[in-house]
């Protein structure tokens, strides 16, 4: 069997062979990546059942479908995307051929999370290939059947020269990043991003980083509550709350909490019934170890639990549950919960719930519900977040024309649809000159004077380029 080290020379002898170049090449490896997706969907949502219970529904929506729309949308697009950008020019390079070249980086690794195990390395690749890389995928080990299973299938449908998958734990990721890459894309937790970068930092290797945090949901003013408890409640409990765009907590007003409770309890009965347990829309926690972890969280917490608190080890379940009387210095509030658990704080102002949020971390992710449009923008101007949404949540990262990224300690960069593309390229700044214009050029040659520098100053200042463009 092949080394890490011998697949990653592999790989990078395949990049310098130039055969990842050719626009017909990755338009080929996209096609065959939608084939490798639609002839296995049975088994892909098998797997992804087994190893998170994900409803078949949830799974086509967040796995299955969001690759597919991302390559259908690549493909139409990525050979626009190649094409060189030529920029606005200024008087000395009048003549000049300048443009952006969107070059392939080399061999680019792609670790991936657990929580959607299939999106989390494909959609990225999908970039990845369309800029022209070679691509070596490292599946969390946690989901460890759907990563076996694209392990399995990423050989069968894509170039084995270009392109690899490296199962293992985090001692075999360790050695892994030992290799050099050109660019590494990982997506996880914020305490593995300090290794990551520590690896990386040993190459100087660029990094991506996909991380989470706390994605604060604010509810103000008039709002229509029982859509918000509908779109609240999906957002949180979708995939049993193991989302990293999934509402963490609510800020709202005690008279907005008095309405928004008996709206979820009613909510939660319509969508999972009376005994959600049963019911096979939930998915169910990752590992025994994460359901400790949660439900140590819920121990800790000094709030009130007035919705669910049931679980079930065995079952790898817990219900969902909404936690009131929850204090900012509280267990629930010290670290992402990802997980069926929403603390509910009251805030006696908006500026309050916005002053709250701006002490923290910026989050990934920030929700506002409200009927009032000044609502939404003074919330929209004053935080800072990867992404925003109002009057709803998740659905702002399934378009593929937006970024979808962090910012601070919720991650560096973006991808998704041309944002993956522009991810996994090198922006080469080309000037191709000839030898004309030598009495121009003239200016900047020695012997110096400062009449050569006022005349070379204005033919090289905007001003020159916008009264000559
Ligand atoms: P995880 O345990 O699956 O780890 C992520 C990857 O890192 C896996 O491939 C794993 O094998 C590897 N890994 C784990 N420990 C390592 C180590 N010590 N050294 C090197 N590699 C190691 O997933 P996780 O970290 O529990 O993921 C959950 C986190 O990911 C949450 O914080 C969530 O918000 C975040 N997340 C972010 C996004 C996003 O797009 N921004 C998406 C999903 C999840």
Not at 176 to 204: E, K
Not at 343 to 364: C, H, M, Q, Y
Not at 365 to 388: C, I, K, P, Q, W
Not at 406 to 425: D, L, M, N
């Amino acid at each position: 069997m092949e080394t890490q080290r011998q697949v990653v020379d592999r790989l990078g002898s395949a990049f310098r062979s130039g055969i990842t170049i050719p626009e017909q090449f990755r338009q080929t490896q996209l096609t065959k990546l939608m084939s490798m997706i639609k002839d296995n969907e049975e088994r892909i949502l098998d797997a992804l059942h087994k190893d998170l219970a994900k409803p078949k529904f949830e799974a086509v929506m967040s796995e299955v479908d969001i690759v597919i729309n991302d390559l259908h949308h690549t493909i139409a697009n990525f050979t626009t995307w190649m094409q060189p950008e030529y920029v606005s020019k200024n008087l000395a390079t009048k003549l000049d051929d300048c443009s952006i070249r969107r070059e392939p980086l080399g061999v680019v690794l792609i670790i991936g999370a657990w929580n959607y195990p299939l999106q989390l390395t494909i959609l990225p690749m999908i970039g990845a290939i369309a800029a022209g890389n070679c691509v070596v995928i490292k599946p969390s080990d946690v989901s460890a059947v759907t990563g076996a299973l694209i392990a399995e299938l990423i050989p069968k449908y894509l170039s084995q020269e270009c392109y690899a998958v490296v199962c293992g734990d985090a001692e075999e990721t360790k050695a892994l990043l030992q290799n050099r890459f050109d660019h590494i894309f990982y997506t996880g937790s914020q305490p593995v991003a300090r290794t990551i970068l520590q690896a990386a930092a040993v190459h100087l290797t660029p990094v991506t980083l996909e991380l989470g945090g706390k994605c604060p949901c604010i509810i103000y003013g008039r709002v229509n509550i029982e859509a918000a408890a509908r779109r609240l409640v999906w957002a949180k409990f979708f995939n049993l709350g193991q989302s990293c765009v999934a509402p963490d907590y609510v800020l709202c007003s005690p008279a907005t909490r008095d309405a928004l409770l008996p709206a979820i309890r009613e909510v939660l009965e319509a969508f999972y019934g009376k005994e959600p347990q049963n019911c096979p829309d939930l998915s169910r926690i990752v590992t025994p170890r994460h359901w400790t972890r949660l439900m140590e969280l819920l121990k800790r917490s000094s709030g009130k639990v007035v919705v669910g608190g049931e679980s079930n080890l065995d079952d790898k379940y817990i219900a969902p549950t909404v936690v009131v009387d929850v204090a900012e210095d509280d267990a629930l509030m010290e670290e992402e919960i990802f997980g069926p658990i929403l603390p509910i704080l009251t805030v006696e102002s908006l500026e309050k719930g916005i002053d709250l949020i701006n002490r923290r971390e910026r989050p990934l992710a920030l929700y506002v519900f409200s009927d009032e449009s000044s609502v939404v923008t003074t919330v929209l101007e004053n935080t800072r977040s990867g992404g925003f949404c109002s009057n709803d949540g998740i659905v702002h990262m399934t378009l593929p024309t937006l970024p979808f990224g962090g910012v601070g300690a919720s991650g560096w960069g973006s991808y998704h649809g041309r944002w993956t593309f522009e991810t996994f390229s090198h922006q080469r700044a080309c000037m191709l000159r000839g030898w004309a214009l030598e009495r121009l050029n003239r200016l900047r040659y020695p012997p110096y004077s400062d009449n050569k520098l006022s005349w070379l100053r204005w033919t090289t200042s905007s001003k020159g380029s916008c009264s000559l463009m």
